[in-house]
């Protein structure tokens, strides 16, 4: 699957390697050096996938990955990162980054994740058609969520895995199944990208949800994984 792909890396051999390589594999490659002309691209041409190196020499990396977020809301983005510390992933992720890979990248992987995510609706085993859980619907021919007939705006991992849970409420999911069928079959590394997408979802249901309405929460299983259930009746709406 070809896709325009916005490189932003301001080492010029890790910008040609990478170029080369994107290109050999049928994508349209944009490279920009700097935070400046990557965002000055995105905001000129629709790309559908992003991958920005967390450390320019004239923006700070997470602070375009926001605002690339903002220009670009549909686009897959993935963070090239050669810092190793955890937080820095997490703040990335959490300024709306899809993903990330840790530098040197290794191609076969850069592939493997880039195939991923492009591989869109209707791949994802067991998704629905139209799941309800209470008032939270998840419309995956739509790519709609609702909850008490307001629509919340998803990132598509988040709804991806919101779709996964949904499709089988009360049961419980492990951390590896998840990662598999949302975001790579043969994944590797680390499954932070997991957890903070479900801190976003559980934060963007609750937040979507207004009073009364009967909503699922995502109960973390621990030592396993995940599961969406609905609260029992009386209970408060849970944040977690
Ligand atoms: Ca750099």
């Known amino acids: 699957m070809?896709?325009?792909?916005?490189?932003?890396?301001?080492?010029?051999?890790?910008?040609?390697?990478?170029?080369?390589?994107?290109?050999?594999?049928?994508?349209?490659v944009v490279c920009e050096?700097?935070?400046?002309?990557?965002?000055a691209r995105a905001r000129s041409s629709a790309v559908d996938l992003v991958l920005l190196d967390?450390?320019?020499?004239?923006l700070d990396g997470v602070e375009v990955c926001r605002q690339l977020r903002r220009i670009q809301p549909g686009c897959v983005l993935v963070m090239l990162t050669a810092r190793s510390t955890e937080?820095?992933?997490?703040?990335?992720?959490?300024?709306?980054?899809?993903?990330?890979?840790?530098?040197?990248?290794?191609?076969?992987?850069?592939?493997a994740r880039i195939r991923a995510h492009l591989r869109r609706g209707g791949a994802t085993p067991g998704e629905p058609g139209i799941c309800a859980v209470g008032d939270l619907v998840v419309d995956g021919l739509r790519h709609k969520v609702t909850v008490a007939g307001r629509e919340l705006h998803l990132r598509p991992k988040e709804f991806d895995?919101?779709?996964?849970?949904?499709?089988?409420?009360?049961?419980?999911?492990?951390?590896?199944?998840?990662?598999?069928?949302?975001?790579?079959?043969?994944?590797?590394?680390?499954?932070?990208?997991?957890?903070?997408?479900?801190?976003?979802?559980?934060?963007?249901?609750?937040e979507g949800a207004g009073t009364g309405a009967l909503v699922p929460r995502i109960v973390?299983?621990?030592?396993?994984?995940?599961?969406?259930?609905?609260?029992?009746?009386?209970?408060?709406?849970?944040?977690?």
Request: glycine letters at 8%.
């Open 2 to 28: 070809a896709a325009r792909i916005l490189l932003v890396e301001d080492d010029p051999t890790i910008g040609e390697v990478l170029t080369a390589s994107l290109r050999s594999h049928a994508h349209e």
């Open 33 to 39: 050096r700097t935070g400046t002309g990557g965002l």
């Open 54 to 58: 967390l450390g320019l020499p004239d």
């Open 87 to 111: 937080m820095d992933v997490v703040v990335g992720l959490e300024a709306g980054a899809d993903d990330y890979l840790v530098k040197p990248v290794r191609l076969a992987e850069l592939h």
């Open 161 to 206: 895995l919101l779709a996964r849970l949904a499709a089988q409420p009360e049961v419980a999911h492990s951390r590896d199944e998840l990662m598999s069928d949302v975001w790579d079959a043969n994944w590797f590394g680390s499954t932070k990208t997991l957890d903070v997408h479900v801190a976003a979802l559980r934060r963007r249901i609750h």
């Open 220 to 240: 973390t299983v621990r030592g396993h994984g995940y599961r969406l259930e609905l609260p029992a009746a009386g209970e408060d709406l849970p944040t977690s």
